[in-house]
């Protein structure tokens, strides 16, 4: 562990692991948050707790009061009504509101179950959302989210409240522990007919609660990424702040050793045979052009990638990643 994330001695605490989360493993994360605090601080011009540069575009601030126009001062802010009345022109003075809706996406559908070193991709999901979830309550920001299946989805509308944050991670706890039960994903059945899995209709349903200035994590694997979805991200990015967090695990990235493998998805078995070079080589060029793909469409929307690995520490990865962008 690096000496700069300055975590407990115990920090192997912080980290979930197995096949599913526990409400515990959610609750503590708060202290893994604490790791992150320095963040809280580095707030952005528009007073909003991303882990990026805002995005927000125009003024959308409270409006604090008029005073004289000044040299340099943006001509779009002049109130005409004050100027005619007074005959001297004046500007309208904004402040820059400290609170802002912090939104969270998580992604606990049937892909997301998967893993082959620490922890499954759902459990890492779950686990992300909630140091993001207490880092904006401690700063004091509103939180809420989305949590997706593949047959429904949880909304929970952002309040700025310990009791709304604790909602929104029950709600990833049981989502996540449903996801054990699921034996053949091939035959889940929306109670909803209306009802869309996958990135689109989450996106769409976080349209409905994320209001300009909010900052947006969304935490999946993106094998649903659609250009439906591509459409809601770059409608979302364009007056906030979008942070992407792809969840991988090392197997997908890479082919384990040459041998004959054994593998289940819970219900079927099968056989993985890794001993091809040829085999090898393109498995890993084929996720390294999946990820190639994610990044170019991400930097077209001006909207950040943040790359999760099951096998290492969450806190860890976010502060790496913070490092590198700030």
């Known amino acids: ?36 605090e320095y963040l809280a601080h580095s707030r952005s011009i528009a007073g909003i707790s991303g882990l990026h540069l805002s995005k927000m575009r125009g003024r959308g601030i409270d409006f604090e009061e008029f005073r004289p126009y000044q040299a340099g001062d943006d001509i779009r802010l002049i109130d005409w009504r004050v100027t005619a009345r007074t005959s001297r022109p004046f500007t309208k003075v904004f ?30 999901a779950a686990q992300a959302a909630a ?17 997706f299946s593949d047959t429904d989805s949880s909304l929970v509308r952002p309040k700025r409240s310990r009791r709304s944050a604790l ?3 029950n709600q990833i706890f049981q989502y996540n522990q449903h996801l ?5 994903p091939d035959a889940l059945i929306p109670s909803d007919p209306t009802f869309q899995p996958g ?45 992407c967090c792809f969840v991988y695990d090392a197997l997908e990235e890479t082919l384990p050793v040459p041998g004959m493998y054994s593998i289940t998805d819970g219900g079927r078995k099968g056989s993985l045979n890794t001993h091809s070079p040829r085999a090898r080589a393109r498995y890993r060029e084929q996720f390294q052009e999946r990820v190639a793909a994610l990044e170019a469409e991400l930097d077209r929307l001006q909207i950040g990638l943040l790359k999760i690995r099951t096998n290492q520490l969450v806190v860890e990865q976010i502060r790496e990643w913070t490092a590198k962008n700030s």
């Not at 809706?101 to 890492?124: E, R």
């Not at 054990?180 to 053949?184: G, I, L, N, R, T």
């Open 180 to 184: 054990q039960y699921v034996k053949d």
């Open 95 to 124: 402040r820059e509101e400290r609170e802002r809706p912090v939104i969270i996406a998580v992604d606990q559908t049937h892909n997301m179950f998967f893993g082959s070193q620490t922890a499954f991709k759902s459990v890492l």
């Open 1 to 36: 562990m690096s000496a700069k994330l300055k975590i407990d001695p115990h920090h192997a605490r912080y980290q979930a692991r197995g096949a599913v989360v526990s409400l515990q493993q959610l609750l503590v994360q708060r202290y893994a948050a604490k790791t992150l």
């Open 199 to 243: 990135l689109a209709h989450a996106l769409g349903q976080i349209r409905r609660i994320t209001k300009p200035g909010s900052t947006l994590y969304v935490i999946s694997d993106f094998v649903t990424l659609d250009e439906k979805a591509l459409q809601y991200l770059n409608q979302l990015s364009r007056h906030n702040n979008v942070v």
């Open 167 to 169: 909602h929104l991670l």
């Open 131 to 147: 140091v993001f979830c207490w880092l904006a309550i401690d700063n004091g920001d509103r939180v809420g989210g989305l949590v």
